[in-house]
């Protein structure tokens, strides 16, 4: 019969927190993968949206943009919600390479 008594030895007591650790780092990296899922719904607001170039950095010249159906239509982004102008600017720019 097996007895279900606690085991307070140092040897079991690493192996479930390598356990519970493992758990705690498999579950932040699923966080990190379902993070661009939520892409497109940050607020023009808190991106700092405006519809004009910030110098020579402007949305059609980023890798977020998606452009619309002619060069001079809006598009979307990656990141932030809603209509984006080609010659507009966000704080999340990131250049084409």
Do not use: N
Not at 26 to 40: C, D, I, N, T
Not at 53 to 66: A, K, S, V
């Amino acid at each position: 019969m097996i007895s279900k008594t606690f085991d307070p030895s140092r040897r079991r007591l690493f192996r479930q927190g390598a356990v519970i650790a493992s758990g705690a780092a498999l579950g932040g990296l699923m966080l990190k993968v379902e993070a661009p899922a939520q892409a497109g719904t940050v607020a023009k607001a808190t991106a700092k949206y405006q519809d004009t170039p910030h110098g020579t950095q402007q949305c059609d010249g980023c890798m977020q943009f998606i452009p619309g159906k002619t060069a001079s239509a809006d598009g979307t982004c990656k990141i932030v919600a809603g209509s984006i102008s080609p010659k507009g600017w966000c704080m999340f720019f990131s250049p084409k390479g």
